[in-house]
Nanobody, 123 residues
Framework: VQLQASGGGLAQAGASLRLSCAAS????????MGWFRQAPGKEREFVAAISWTGATTLYADSVKGRFTISRDNAKNMLYLQMNILKPEDSAIYYC?????????????????WGQGTEVTVSS
């Protein structure tokens, strides 16, 4: 599975951005998928995950109520709608496909990773 993230950029605090992740190769339609992020000088952290059916989602407390993860298996796409952005959301965002079908935050179980897309939020 190859993953290509896009949609990052510069935004002002309070604005919205939508990240996309295109899957190719052996598709990830039977795999849970997730978004992680890494800010400069910090460890990579979990942001959101979605089960392979899309029925179950999971969010980090820091983004709950502001971010929405979704997927379109017919198009092999994963999305992250980010609203009410804050400067602390600035990071490189990575999409990833898990080895299982249920949504979870365990980074070690995500086998396939995209290259990352950078989000910068100014105050």
């Amino acid at each position: 599975v190859q993953l290509q993230a896009s949609g990052g950029g510069l935004a002002q605090a309070g604005a919205s951005l939508r990240l996309s992740c295109a899957a190719s190769g052996r598709t990830a339609s039977n795999n849970a998928m997730g978004w992680f992020r890494q800010a400069p000088g910090k460890e990579r952290e979990f942001v959101a995950a979605i089960s392979w059916t899309g029925a179950t989602t999971l969010y980090a407390d820091s983004v709950k109520g502001r971010f929405t993860i979704s997927r379109d298996n017919a198009k092999n796409m994963l999305y992250l709608q980010m609203n009410i952005l804050k400067p602390e959301d600035s990071a490189i965002y990575y999409c990833a496909a898990s080895i299982g079908s249920m949504s979870h935050s365990n980074e070690r179980l995500y086998k396939y990773w995209g290259q990352g897309t950078e989000v910068t939020v100014s105050s």
